[in-house]
């Protein structure tokens, strides 16, 4: 259980990895943090199980930090995989060396080994998340990172009385290392997760959960702020408070322009903070979470319970539960995603990128290669641009630094070479996939508009994409193929959302714009596990720029060795 077993915040233990509570007095400082990698029984259904965890806890300890201070994060590996960690959604400004997915920007903490991570926390504030970023072990190797404001710097919607970390999850039953190696082999997909979580607990709807259902207490008249995370492998997730409305405030640590619902839709990898007022009649309600599923695949569509609880309401009240929208609801969620708007105020401004230096094109496909290994003969495959991407046996950061020959190329496509109509009659070819280590060279401080666009390549499917490195605007989406002729025209250039993770809609395509003045190599994948594995990811490799503090800086003296 992420908080120890309390829902009010506690002072910052530091080394120790407790949860904790930065005071708003406090000044910017150096936060240190000692994650242990380990091995630990942790029963959620019917039986224990050995997980990976960071420090005994599943999810793992909270970063507690503010705009302006310096985190460093020393990882010690005691188990049997090797491991890294990455910080998702900082920028890690000129230093890659710590954004910590592996053989992308470091090679990984073998066992024995140690790395300590340091970063800055610059022009940032909100909800972010780390997560291991090797293997599928990011299942429960995960945690908050929660950023306060600069001193004296009050957010920009009225104050909450407590505050506290929603992250959803997944549950296998088995290892699921063991889970995915298996489904490679077979040249299948790999078995869907047991249960969603919340907070590491899936709540009295599965068996033998009794005492795996987290409980949070409210006050009557108490506002309260929710700091919902998804860390869920493979599904994008619908949650909702029974009786209570929400009022979303921030995404992916990005001040919003302020709305009320009743239910909200949380891709893997994007965070969500909002206000709840316990105002309702006191009792027991329902917390819920349920995924999104807009075509007919193999998903765990069980709903993870957890309960808010009015203060002197004993545990025999029976809980409301509440209502989320239906699995396959995706009117409810272009709804959704078109409230979700940047704040946009001199003190937050939108820097939407008016002027294009890069325009590229992605597509996405899911298909099948030939596989002699496998006992199917064939195996899934995944690409962007009809290229599956092959990772490497060394970090591509440490090759791109020191000019490593045969590594990777940059001669990544800024568009598919065949063209047809990417989301019409259900194609099964996969129009000449290739494998390599390709990524796309991009000049600093150039300014980029990608456009993803989902295809029909076996089958049409959502894709929540993340860019490690920036944050960037998402200025268009829609339905079919993306119409560079008419499409540009309806961009909202004046207050789009900012996220590090983007929805691309089934069937449909996203348009995101970014001013790369991040120096380094910067991975874009799709966070689904699964579709990851199978190859869609790439990365950009952003160039030094000329000024003095326009280059990487050096690596550390404790990086990994490959």
């Not at 995370?229 to 619908?238: S, T, V």
């Not at 993870?304 to 699995?327: E, H």
């Not at 990608?450 to 993340?466: A, G, Y």
């Amino acid at each position: 259980m992420a908080r120890q077993g309390s829902f009010f915040l506690k002072s910052l233990v530091l080394f120790l990895g407790f949860v904790g509570f930065v005071p708003f007095g406090a000044k910017a400082a150096v936060k240190k943090y000692q994650f242990d990698i380990q091995v630990k029984n942790v029963s959620r259904l019917c039986h224990a199980k050995p997980i990976v965890t960071v420090n005994g806890m599943f999810p793992g300890p909270t970063i507690y930090a503010r705009e302006g201070d310096r985190v460093l994060v020393n990882v010690t590996n005691y188990a049997e995989y090797n491991m890294s960690i990455h910080w998702h959604g900082l920028k890690q400004f000129r230093n890659g060396w710590a954004d910590g997915p592996a053989y992308v920007t470091q090679c990984p903490i073998t066992r024995g080994q140690s790395y300590s991570y340091g970063f800055n926390i610059t022009g940032q504030r909100g909800t972010l998340w780390w997560h291991a970023h090797i293997l599928w072990l990011r299942a429960t190797v995960y945690g908050a990172i929660v950023i306060l404001p600069k001193q004296g710097t009050p957010f920009p919607f009225p104050q909450p009385d407590q505050e506290a970390n929603i992250i959803l999850g997944e549950w296998w039953n088995t290892d699921v290392e063991q889970v995915i190696n298996q489904a490679n082999k077979l040249g299948i997909p790999p078995n869907m997760s047991d249960a969603h979580t919340i907070n590491g607990k899936p709540g009295p709807l599965f068996p033998c959960s009794e005492k795996h259902t987290f409980a949070m207490e409210v006050e009557w008249g108490k506002t309260y702020l929710l700091r919902i995370i998804n860390a869920a492998l493979n599904d994008e997730l619908f949650f909702a408070i029974a009786g209570h409305n929400m009022t979303v405030v921030e995404i992916d640590a990005v001040y919003s322009k302020p709305f009320s619902t009743q239910a909200l839709l949380i891709a893997p990898g994007q965070t969500t903070n909002v206000l709840v007022q316990a105002n309702q009649n006191p009792g027991r309600y329902f917390i819920a979470a349920r995924p999104f599923i807009d075509v007919p695949i193999p998903a765990d569509n069980k709903t993870a319970i957890a309960i808010l609880q009015y203060k002197g309401i004993p545990n025999t009240v029976m809980p409301i539960l509440p209502q989320l929208p239906s699995p396959n609801n995706t009117e409810f969620v272009m709804s959704y995603n078109d409230k979700l708007r940047s704040l946009n105020t001199p003190q937050f401004p939108a820097k939407v990128p008016l002027n294009v230096d890069r325009h590229l094109f992605y597509t996405i496909g899911l298909g099948r290669n030939p596989c002699p290994t496998c006992v199917n003969g064939t195996q899934f495959t995944a690409s962007l641009n009809n290229i599956t991407f092959v990772m490497p046996q060394i970090g591509l950061l440490q090759a791109h630094y020191f000019n490593i020959k045969g590594v990777f190329r940059t001669d990544f496509p800024d568009r598919p070479l065949k063209s047809f109509n990417y989301t019409g009659a259900p194609l099964t070819a996969n129009l000449g996939t290739s494998l390599g280590t390709r990524l796309n060279r991009v000049a600093f401080n150039s300014t980029v508009e990608l456009v993803l666009q989902d295809t029909n390549l076996l089958t049409i499917e959502s894709h929540p994409f993340h860019l490690h490195g920036y944050n960037f605007f998402i200025v268009g989406r829609g339905i079919g193929n993306f119409d560079p002729a008419k499409d540009p025209a309806k961009f909202n250039l004046v207050d789009p959302p900012e996220r590090n993770t983007a929805g691309v809609p089934t069937g449909g395509w996203t348009a995101i714009r970014f001013t790369a003045d991040n120096p380094g190599v910067w991975f874009l994948h799709c966070h689904l596990e699964v579709h990851t594995t199978w190859g869609l990811k790439t990365a950009f490799v952003v160039e030094d720029g000329k000024g003095p503090n326009q280059s990487i800086l050096p690596p550390p003296k404790d990086l990994p060795p490959c």
